[in-house]
């Protein structure tokens, strides 16, 4: 049998209605105090004095600075994106319409400027009401919301329980009226009203009259008409119940009450009223978009500069705090992010490899760093920035590492880095020409295996040696398995040929040109050992074949080529400061030698004769001074082309990022609409450079790379003039062999660009010349 109710506490009885008008929950007892007391409180009587229960209550109301939007914005201050929690705009009160303080004030609690806090008349008014006609009136006053909602944020930012509306006990409602008396003492009734108004709810994570008015009528608030201001002043009542959105008709009627209420206190003419309730809605909904997926540009750089604040401790001791600052603290974080570059690689990218057209295993990415800051120019991206799964999109951004400093507690949402393939030879042309060694010295490129056995040279492996390990030796090979020749290393070098590369770092440390890479910034991008990892030093690592790199990091190391041996840290924060003043603060420009000066001229004499003899003389990018490298993995799965003058450094890859080994091949893929049935670095990833290049004429031009002493170039027993210009050159022949310097390989079109006239080195070897 059920329980049966008691009449003494039944709704339908006088006290029980007495009981949940004041939301009683156990504390009967205290029901006068709660009537009572706060009149006397207010009267400046000593009768509270008396009720120790409400003495023992808080008198002050402790209020927390409110939640304000980040806003990440780009060198030029242009927008990147907006983060928040709250989306709020805090105005004051002379910037809100009269309308609204009057619609506010009207439905709310139209004697707000005759209470001081506690409406003693409205709370008898509500009770006669709800006793004789069956209704649930509140009697709360503006004020006392006030102190309700600073409450419940209060409690939010600091990870405890709020008290709703809906769950408060007397306790809870004497504490509200005692807080309320307590800020009409401290604050005039137009700063009450101006504090409510930005703290309020109005719908899902629109706080603040500014921010709603914007969300539903894209006007300021101060241009609010009549029916609007009834409509916002109505869904604070119930930002869910009343919401234009979800249940128009529900809104409708409220605002009608509204504009009703607006009527009888005399704010507004019958006319004014007739024509205000005729009116649709009239919705303008427009929504601030919140986070790097609603980034305005570049939201992979987005994510990176969110991951850079929430691994600082400058922000925050835990993570808890670090968010708090970055989503609630109204930041303004100001990045070194270039718009105009930005565009033009975004534009390149997507044109090349556009997500709608292009196979979701594609990636295609485009970075560029100054060299002489480390600043981080663009960082573009083929994927949707959605962490929704459906084709084209995810929020892994292929442009960084995994971890900041290979430290796994420090994510920087990286993709885990791509086999750089022949990018990575001019390493070992930069420790030739350490080595005293010149340019146009020639090397045996000839067809060879390396024996089981095979020594070389390498100062960090037990013993100094690392031995070919192969059963079958280790025989690179170039791509078509062609041009086996005696050739320059310069000329090796603009040809992409393996066998060049192999014979030269035969003569070599091989630790010294893996430390040469990892000093200059290429290191494993999935590193989560505490520090970043070099890359391997066997043989088929010095075509690329040691590790998987970041962009970035491959972009950092040419860097320190195109400034003169002196590689500059990454940065992407210039400046970041709260809405209170505070400034936090961000890592200065930090630049430090790594190579000579004579050798990062060295290799930029190589490179360039890559963009006039090589895999990039078809590159049509403006003609400005640039040098290159293409590069292409041995299963064709990842393909690159760095491009770089004094002024810009520019990585381009064009990769398979969701597959790995045999099977992994870019061939045959859609990618922008076409299916290549070859690939390497020359085809996509350069041609698309090119077109980022066309797109930002007169920018980052450069000064002409200064050569290198001639001895770099002949030797030192060699010649005495410097050349300005690498141009074509000749090697020479060895004994009883011809001479070919032309190199072949694939070429094709992206973009209306011609691709380059040579292929690319694989990793082991036995894919082509890059």
Not at 63 to 76: N, S
């Amino acid at each position: 049998m059920a329980a049966r109710k008691s009449p003494l506490f039944d709704t339908a009885t006088t006290l029980g209605k007495i009981i949940a008008f004041l939301g009683i929950s156990g504390l009967a007892g205290v029901l006068a105090a709660g009537l009572l007391v706060p009149v006397a409180a207010a009267a400046g009587t000593g009768a509270s004095a008396s009720i120790q229960f409400f003495e023992e209550l808080p008198a002050e109301l402790e209020r927390d600075a409110l939640a304000q939007p980040t806003k990440i914005v780009a060198a030029d201050g242009s927008l990147i994106a907006t983060l928040f929690e709250e989306n709020r705009q805090p105005i004051t009160l002379d910037q809100v319409s009269p309308y609204m303080k009057d619609a506010l004030i009207a439905i709310e609690d139209y004697r707000f400027y005759d209470h001081g806090g506690v409406d003693v008349e409205g709370i008898m008014g509500a009770l006669a009401s709800n006793l004789t006609s069956g209704t649930e009136r509140g009697a709360s006053t503006l004020t006392q919301q006030f102190v309700t909602n600073v409450l419940i944020d209060s409690a939010l930012q600091n990870n405890e329980t709020a008290v709703f509306s809906g769950d408060k006990t007397v306790g809870d409602k004497l504490r509200e009226m005692k807080l309320a008396i307590a800020v009409e003492k401290e604050l005039s009734k137009d700063e009450i009203l101006e504090g409510y108004l930005n703290i309020v709810q109005f719908s899902g994570t629109s706080y603040g009259v500014q921010a709603a008015s914007k969300y539903f009528f894209n006007v300021d608030a101060a241009n609010l008409n009549i029916q609007q201001s009834a409509l916002l002043a109505g869904v604070v009542n119930g930002p869910t119940l009343y919401s234009p959105e979800l249940n128009p008709e529900a809104s409708l009627q409220r605002r009608n009450l509204v504009i009703g209420a607006m009527l009888t206190r005399g704010k507004i003419t019958q006319e004014e009223h007739d024509a205000a309730v005729a009116t649709e809605l009239d919705l303008a909904i427009t929504p601030t978009l919140n986070g790097c997926v609603g980034a305005a540009q570049a939201p992979y750089f987005c994510d990176y500069v969110t991951h850079l604040i929430m691994n600082d401790p400058a922000y925050g001791e835990t993570t808890e705090d670090r968010e708090k600052v970055l989503y609630r603290s109204g930041l303004t974080i100001k990045t070194t992010l270039d718009p105009r570059v930005q565009g033009a690689a975004q534009t390149a990218v997507n044109e090349t490899a556009n997500p709608d057209t292009t196979d979701g295993a594609v990636g295609h990415t485009m970075i560029s760093l100054d060299p002489k800051t480390g600043s981080i120019l663009s960082m573009a991206q083929n994927t949707r920035y959605n962490p929704e799964v459906a084709q084209g999109n995810t929020v892994l951004n292929f442009n960084v590492d995994q971890f900041d400093g290979g430290d796994p507690t420090k994510s920087l949402g990286g993709g885990g880095g791509f086999q750089p393939g022949s990018t990575y030879k001019p390493f070992t042309v930069a420790a030739w020409v350490e080595s005293g060694k010149a340019l146009n010295q020639v090397v045996d490129g000839t067809k060879k295996t390396y024996r089981q056995g095979d020594e070389w040279r390498a100062s960090c492996a037990q013993g100094g040696e690392f031995q070919i390990q192969e059963e079958d030796g280790y025989a690179p090979q170039n791509y078509g398995d062609i041009n086996y020749r005696y050739t320059s290393v310069l000329d090796g070098l603009a040809q992409s040929l393996n066998t060049i590369t192999m014979s030269s770092a035969k003569q070599l440390d091989l630790c010294r040109i893996r430390d040469m890479a990892y000093d200059l910034g290429v290191h494993q991008a999935k590193s989560a050992e505490g520090e970043e990892v070099a890359f391997g030093f066997q043989p088929s690592a010095l075509i690329g074949g040691g590790g998987e790199a970041a962009p970035m990091s491959m972009a950092t190391a040419y860097s320190g080529f195109a400034n003169d041996g002196v590689v500059c840290r990454p940065r992407a924060l210039t400046e970041v400061t709260a809405i209170d003043g505070t400034s936090y603060p961000v890592p200065a420009v930090a630049c430090e030698r790594k190579i000579s000066q004579d050798v990062a001229r060295g290799v930029n004499y190589a490179t360039q004769r890559v963009m006039t003899d090589g895999s990039g003389q078809l590159l049509e990018y403006g003609g400005i001074p640039m040098a290159g490298k293409t590069g292409t993995n041995d299963e064709r799965s990842q393909t690159w082309f760095m491009g770089y003058n004094s002024d810009m450094v520019t990585a381009s890859w064009v990769g398979n990022w969701q597959a790995e080994g045999p099977g992994s091949s870019l061939g045959g893929l859609q990618i922008g609409g076409q299916v290549y049935p070859e690939i390497d670095g020359s085809l996509i990833a350069g041609p698309s450079w090119a077109e980022f290049m066309q797109q930002i004429p007169g920018l980052y031009v450069g000064a002409p790379f200064a050569a290198p002493p001639a001895s770099v170039i002949n030797g030192a027993q060699r010649g005495t003039t410097t050349p300005t210009n690498p141009g074509r050159q000749t090697s020479p022949a060895a004994p009883g062999t011809g001479t070919n310097t032309g190199g072949t390989g694939t070429s094709g079109t992206t973009g209306g660009t011609t691709g380059g006239a040579a292929g690319d080195g694989g990793n082991n070897g036995n894919g082509g010349n890059g």
